[in-house]
């Protein structure tokens, strides 16, 4: 019912900054909270920021401070600001949209950020 297209990974120095996109088409009208999540090399998925539809934000303490979350409803877009990058923030990025009532979990493929020391 959902899909979602991430775009905005790369290789990045550490201190730098990147901003992610995620896209989301179908039935969107359905989507509730909208999140990033990232996997890194031999760990499990962590959440690092939520948004609701409403726009109240929740962010994983090691990225409080330095990630931003928004969300544009019109676009149906959600976006991560990163600054001040740190090699641990290197992982594969995915998008997660909880749709309908069933708050059911849709994923993207993800977008790699990497960032060097």
């Known amino acids: 019912q959902v899909q979602l297209v991430e775009s905005g990974g790369g290789l990045v120095q550490a201190g730098g900054s990147l901003r992610l996109s995620c896209a989301a088409s179908?039935?969107?009208?359905?989507?509730?909270?909208m999140g990033w999540y990232r996997q890194a090399p031999g760990k499990q998925r962590e959440l690092v920021a939520t948004i609701t539809r409403g726009g109240s934000t929740n962010y994983a303490g090691s990225v409080k401070g330095r990630f931003t979350i928004s969300r544009d409803n019109v676009k149906n877009t959600v976006y991560l600001q990163m600054n001040s990058l740190r090699p641990e923030d290197t992982a594969v990025y995915h998008c997660?949209?909880?749709?309908?009532?069933?708050?059911?979990?849709?994923w993207g493929q993800g977008t790699q950020v990497t960032v060097s020391s």
């Open positions: 997660n949209a909880e749709w309908g009532i069933l708050y059911a979990p849709y």
């Open positions: 179908g039935i969107v009208f359905n989507i509730n909270t």
